[in-house]
């Protein structure tokens, strides 16, 4: 089976699309070795995909704005693309952008539907582009996965989807998010990022959806009881609208207790997850919630928001609340902080939960879709 996938997530550093579209096809080449694998990208000029090198590439040689603009328009020109892409059997669209094709199949993965549900927290030129296209995608496309089953409720009910139209798979955990022993290799990362002795972790992009100043006020409220709470280390790169959230360290007179370590290698994640007594991710949407997923994988306690898909994911391993709960964010990170066995059995329910997740399992889900769309008539022109 000649398969392509968008890799163009991954080529630009898209956080969790970047990372689902890697890891994924990663898997897909481990386990079906003999089918023909093509990674699609957009850029102006040539990136060499040494993560990937038994992986035939092919570049659209034009910026993010100007290829969704030429999608847009083939499709309300009702122009197919076929001759400008590489021929094969399934287009797999990982990156919320699907070209109209007529020659090949066409599996859509979708995300989250961030964008209608915080609209305020998205570029309006992005925003519209989604709302405009979207619908147009998940109707061409031959088949759909959702990464949760919140997704897929959110998809039937606000872009009248068929259900049946959309398999669920479950994202994944790379097998570097485990309990890390070697104490060097912890205190050379240690020593690297100026992290304390003991920290609280957020580890996330930094914008306003991932609700960071929620876990902020939290802090706070922790410090102003007198506890002895160690330091909190804010892990991720800045992205949109981050500037209110970073100014608001400093109206809560934290700017000598908030580690921003800014960029981390990636081989170093694991080991800045490890050290840490806590991880606390108070986001208020997630499509799947990755970065929970790997801090349990790593044995390290997780408190979340309980909400969208985060609770499919965490399940009874983690500690969840309401994501504008701040004084239940304060409470429990006390009770993990201060309570050793605690720690130790959401560390143990951690592990097992994580274990759950495998980007194994989840190619062997999506080639079950590929084949399912396979099996469909060859589609025409806009639907």
Not at 65 to 76: E, F, G, I, N
Not at 240 to 250: A, N, R
Not at 259 to 269: P, Y
Not at 328 to 341: K, M, P, S, T
Request: glycine residues 4%; hydrophobic residues 45%.
């Amino acid at each position: 089976m000649r398969i392509t996938l968008d890799l163009s997530p991954f080529v630009h550093h898209h956080a969790g699309l970047g990372r689902y579209a890697g890891e994924l096809t990663h898997a897909l080449q481990n386990l079906a070795p003999k089918n023909e694998y093509t990674g699609l990208y957009h850029a102006t000029r040539a990136h060499s995909l040494t993560a990937f090198p038994n992986l035939e590439t092919f570049r659209v040689p034009l910026d993010a704005k100007p290829w969704r603009m030429s999608v847009l328009l083939a499709y309300h020109a009702r122009v197919n693309m076929d001759r400008w892409l590489p021929t094969t059997e399934i287009f797999h669209a990982t990156d919320h952008l699907l070209p109209p094709l007529k020659n090949s199949r066409s599996v859509f993965t979708i995300h989250d539907l961030i964008f209608r549900f915080f609209p305020e927290y998205h570029l309006p030129l992005n925003r519209w582009f989604l709302d405009l296209m979207l619908p147009k995608f998940m109707r061409r496309a031959d088949a759909i996965i959702a990464v949760s089953e919140n997704t897929k409720r959110d998809v039937v009910k606000w872009m009248n989807v068929p259900a049946e139209k959309i398999s669920v798979i479950y994202e994944g955990v790379s097998h570097a998010f485990r309990p890390i022993q070697d104490r060097d290799e912890l205190e050379r990362v240690r020593a690297a990022y100026h992290l304390p002795p003991r920290y609280i972790l957020f580890f996330s992009t930094i914008e306003p959806r991932k609700n960071l100043i929620s876990l902020l006020d939290a802090y706070a409220e922790l410090r102003k009881r007198g506890s002895d709470v160690p330091p909190l280390v804010v892990m991720g790169r800045k992205g949109w609208l981050y500037e209110k959230t970073l100014q608001h360290i400093g109206a809560l007179d934290l700017t000598e207790r908030v580690v921003l370590t800014n960029w981390v290698e990636g081989a170093d994640v694991p080991a800045v997850i490890n050290l840490a007594d806590v991880f606390v991710f108070p986001s208020l949407y997630e499509g799947f919630g990755l970065t929970p997923l790997e801090a349990m994988a790593c044995g390290t306690p997780v408190i979340s928001s309980n909400a969208s898909s985060l609770p499919e994911v965490i399940g009874d391993a983690g500690i969840l609340v309401a994501p504008r709960d701040v004084s239940g964010f304060a409470d429990a990170i006390a009770r993990v902080l201060e309570n050793d066995a605690l720690r130790q059995e959401f560390r143990a329910r951690g592990l097992k939960q994580a274990a759950r997740f495998t980007w194994e399992r989840a190619a062997q889900e999506t080639l079950r879709v590929y084949e399912q769309a396979r099996r469909t008539n060859p589609r025409g022109a806009e639907k």
